[in-house]
């Protein structure tokens, strides 16, 4: 395989956990399973066994983690028909006096889940919340370890992953329209076709019921981050009375990974990029690139221009300004990833390729990107017409310069066979039992989707604000507020009285 640019972003926190300075290091007391130190057994359809030791991504499987798969209906209106599997572990409260039940989790993404536990444990979850519950993780269905799709895609596919180039004009966006209905024709006639249909948040929150059911336990708390509350206000919004605490950090819209939340991107990376404008100026005599927010914010203009009209060529990969502003866009998830796209920036003003870790490498994504693609084309009904494409753009690429010609693009969803079902409403109906964590900048999932989701939500949520900017808030920002407001409401139930903000240095206001 050709190599590609090693950066398939998704719309979720795995990135930003990585990039606020977790490491193996801070998780050296976490021992990795080993053969024999779970015994496999079954419990309620689930069989439990050791966990493979790749199942972390680079980190160690917790002491105790277990993994395993349960078998649900391709199609829940066929419950005796096809069947797939669903992988999910279990990181178990060793104090049962103290459990209260399990807390389902979702890393965002849409993206593999199983390994998610180790994550959270590298980010030290409480440990009052692993004594009060049993932490579950789960590759949603369609990805990973779960009965895993394809779209047979090639190097040159993947390489954007699932966020469209930027386009630079209406032949741009009819370019990318081509490209995307030889994608959207590759996944419906794969070998993997036949589950295109089926493949839908919706359905994944009847696999986490399925799940709820083989654990035996007739309610489920969800801390999900990034798409994962999506997917959590789907299963709250469809299983309300099975609902315990839910918690959601980083908010997507009430539609999903929809062509609005993408287009919202171009806000997010507005509201973002002035704390890394600001880094970079105040270390103008390492990087410079500018000495002011407002140098530095015309550099991001002269670089993606002249990188359009001369690409910076390395060993590997071809720096274009596409490329330029996608990377721009994924390394503004994580303040400790500023430093490392400062120097992108600084290899590309000299026209030099950057180095590694941002240097292409060989990798395969096809099921992550097909997966994706699988689930958030089923979601959601996108716009069909290419003139509706070319409008947006044109419209974003004015009124948000940065990065707005890219979200407004086309995809291969707006050439997806029709989904088997509606899409799913969410609205208030339900129990007051739905916290949100959101920073005000974030770029991923911006604070105007967070607002739409509260309003959809009404009296059954609350939500803390906190005055910073990144994609992610519990166990990510080490901000005290934030997280005392999670723990809080996982360890009592309580919700707060009042959406409240807190502040970047940890007081609530």
Not at 108 to 113: I, V
Not at 191 to 215: H, K
Not at 358 to 385: F, G, Q
Not at 389 to 407: E, K, L, S, W
Request: charged letters at 20%; glycine letters at 10%.
């Amino acid at each position: 395989m050709r190599r590609v640019l090693a950066i398939a972003v998704g719309v979720g926190v795995v990135a930003a956990l990585m990039g606020s300075g977790v490491s193996q290091a801070e998780v050296s007391g976490a021992e990795q399973v080993g053969a024999g130190q779970v015994g496999a057994g079954e419990a309620g359809g689930i069989t439990w066994g050791t966990c493979d030791p790749d199942v972390g991504d680079g980190l160690p499987v917790p002491a105790g983690m277990q993994c395993g798969s349960l078998k649900v209906p391709l199609d829940y209106k066929k419950p005796d028909g096809q069947t797939i599997e669903i992988a999910v572990s279990r990181l178990a409260s060793k104090k049962p006096e103290k459990r209260r039940g399990v807390l389902l989790t979702n890393p965002g993404g849409p993206s593999p889940g199983l390994g998610y536990l180790a994550l959270l444990v590298a980010a030290k979850v409480p440990q009052g919340v692993l004594d009060s519950y049993d932490l579950i993780g789960m590759d949603p269905r369609g990805m990973g370890r779960s009965t895993p799709v394809k779209c047979d895609l090639t190097a040159e596919q993947q390489a954007f992953g699932n966020i469209p180039p930027y386009a630079k004009d209406a032949e741009d966006v009819a370019k990318r329209a081509a490209e995307s209905e030889q994608v959207a024709k590759q996944c419906a006639g794969s070998e993997t076709g036949g589950m295109l249909p089926y493949i839908s948040a919706a359905n994944t929150a009847r696999d986490m019921d399925q799940v709820r059911r083989a654990l035996g336990e007739a309610k489920v708390s969800y801390l999900g981050a990034s798409w994962g509350t999506y997917l959590g206000a789907v299963y709250t919004t469809m299983f309300p009375e099975r609902s315990d605490r839910i918690v959601l950090d980083s908010n997507m819209g009430p539609g999903g990974w929809d062509y609005e939340s993408e287009r919202l991107w171009s806000q997010g990376v507005e509201d973002r990029f002035p704390d890394f404008a600001k880094y970079v100026a105040a270390n103008h005599r390492e990087y410079g690139l500018g000495r002011t927010a407002a140098q530095v914010k015309a550099k991001y203009f002269e670089l993606a221009d002249r990188l359009d009209k001369k690409p910076v060529q390395g060993p590997d990969q071809l720096w274009t300004g596409a490329v330029f502003r996608l990377i721009s866009f994924a390394y503004s998830y994580g303040a400790t990833q500023m430093p490392t796209l400062a120097e992108v920036w600084k290899s590309l003003d000299a026209n030099q390729p950057p180095p590694p870790p941002v240097a292409a490498k060989a990798t395969d994504t096809d099921n992550l990107i097909s997966a994706r693609y699988y689930m958030i084309c089923n979601d959601s009904r996108w716009p069909t017409s290419l003139k509706t494409y070319q409008r947006n753009v044109a419209i974003d690429r004015i009124t948000h310069p940065m990065f707005g010609a890219a979200g407004a693009n086309i995809g291969p969803c707006a050439y997806w066979p029709k989904p088997a079902e509606a899409p799913v409403k969410i609205g208030d109906k339900g129990p007051s039992n739905v916290l949100m964590l959101q920073n005000l900048r974030d770029p991923a999932t911006p604070l105007a989707g967070a607002r739409q989701l509260r309003k959809a939500f009404g009296d059954r949520a609350r939500m803390v604000t906190v005055d910073q900017g990144g994609h992610g808030v519990y166990l990510l920002n080490k901000n005290q507020c934030a997280n005392t407001a999670g723990t809080t409401f996982l360890m009592t139930g309580k919700l707060p009285v009042r959406d409240y903000q807190c502040s970047a240095d940890a007081t609530p206001r």
